[in-house]
C-alpha cells in the first residue's frame, strides 16, 4: 500500500524568507504522480505543483519548487520569497500511473508572519 | 476558482438518517473523484466516476454511494449515517481519469 508522510505538523516562516516542508512516501511502483496542494481556510484544495517520476528535472512553478529525490522517496516543497497569502495546510499526495486513487499525507500547517 | 461547485455548503443530519452532497465538475471535465478529509487529517479516496461509471473506489462500505450523470455532475449519498461520518466532503474533477483534479470548496457534514 502506498502510504504518504508529513512529519511537520506545524511551521512558520517570516515574510520574504524561504521555507522547506518535507514530505516522504512509500511505494513499489515506478511510474507515478506527486502533487503538493494548498487547502486555504477557505477549505478549496489548489494544486501547486506536480511532479511526474519518471522525470528527473524537479518541477518549479514560480516561488515554488520541488527536490524529488525518487530513490529516496522525498518530495520536498520550497516555497521562496514567502507571502501572507501562503498561509495555508500544504498537502503531499501521491498517485499511481495506473490508478486514479490519490493518496494525501496529513498536512503541514504553514503560517507566514509579517 | 477552479468551476467546480459543491452544495450544500454546511448540512447537519442526525444518527440513522441518509445524505446526497452534489457537485458541479468543470467544463469539459468528464471525470469526479469523491474525498473524505476528517477533522485534522488529510482526505481520503472514496470513489471515482468516469462517464457515468464506478471507476475505483476507497475504503469505504456500500453505505457510501454515488451517481454521475449524463453533464457528469455527481451526487454522493451517504446511508444510516454515522457520527463518524461527520468530515468535509471534497469533490474534484478532471479530464480523464489521470489527470490533475480540480477541486471544489467540500460540504461540511455534522452527524449529531
Known amino acids: 500500500a502506498q502510504t504518504v508522510t508529513q512529519s511537520q505538523p506545524e511551521m512558520s516562516v517570516q515574510e520574504a524568507e524561504t521555507v522547506t516542508l518535507s514530505c516522504t512516501y512509500d511505494?513499489?511502483?515506478?511510474?507515478?504522480?506527486l502533487f503538493w496542494y494548498k487547502q486555504p481556510p477557505s477549505r478549496q484544495m489548489i494544486l501547486v505543483i506536480r511532479?511526474?517520476?519518471?522525470?528527473?528535472q524537479n518541477a518549479t512553478e514560480n516561488r515554488f519548487s520541488v527536490n524529488f529525490q525518487k530513490a529516496a522517496k522525498s518530495f520536498s516543497l520550497k516555497i521562496s520569497d514567502s507571502q501572507l497569502g501562503d498561509t495555508a495546510m500544504y498537502f503531499c499526495?501521491?498517485?499511481?500511473?495506473?490508478?486514479?486513487?490519490?493518496?494525501f499525507g496529513a498536512g503541514t500547517r504553514l503560517t507566514v508572519k509579517p | 476558482e477552479t468551476g467546480v461547485t459543491q452544495s450544500p455548503t454546511h448540512l447537519i443530519k442526525t444518527r440513522g438518517q441518509q445524505v446526497t452532497l452534489r457537485c458541479s465538475s468543470q467544463?469539459?471535465?468528464?471525470?469526479v473523484s469523491w474525498y473524505q478529509q476528517a477533522l485534522g487529517q488529510g482526505p481520503q479516496f472514496i470513489f471515482q466516476?468516469?462517464?457515468?461509471?464506478?471507476?475505483g473506489r476507497g475504503n469505504f462500505p456500500p453505505r457510501f454511494s454515488g451517481l454521475q450523470f449524463p453533464n457528469y455532475s455527481s451526487e454522493l449519498n451517504v446511508n444510516a449515517l454515522e457520527l463518524d461520518d461527520s468530515a468535509l466532503y471534497l469533490c474534484?474533477?478532471?479530464?480523464?481519469?489521470?489527470?490533475?483534479?480540480?477541486f471544489g470548496a467540500g460540504t461540511r457534514l455534522s452527524v449529531l
Open positions: 474534484a474533477s478532471s479530464l480523464s481519469q489521470k489527470n490533475i483534479q480540480y
Open positions: 511505494t513499489s511502483e515506478s511510474n507515478y504522480y
Open positions: 511532479q511526474e517520476a519518471y522525470k528527473q
Open positions: 499526495a501521491f498517485m499511481k500511473n495506473n490508478n486514479n486513487d490519490m493518496r
Open positions: 467544463s469539459g471535465h468528464n471525470t
Open positions: 466516476y468516469y462517464r457515468e461509471e464506478e471507476n
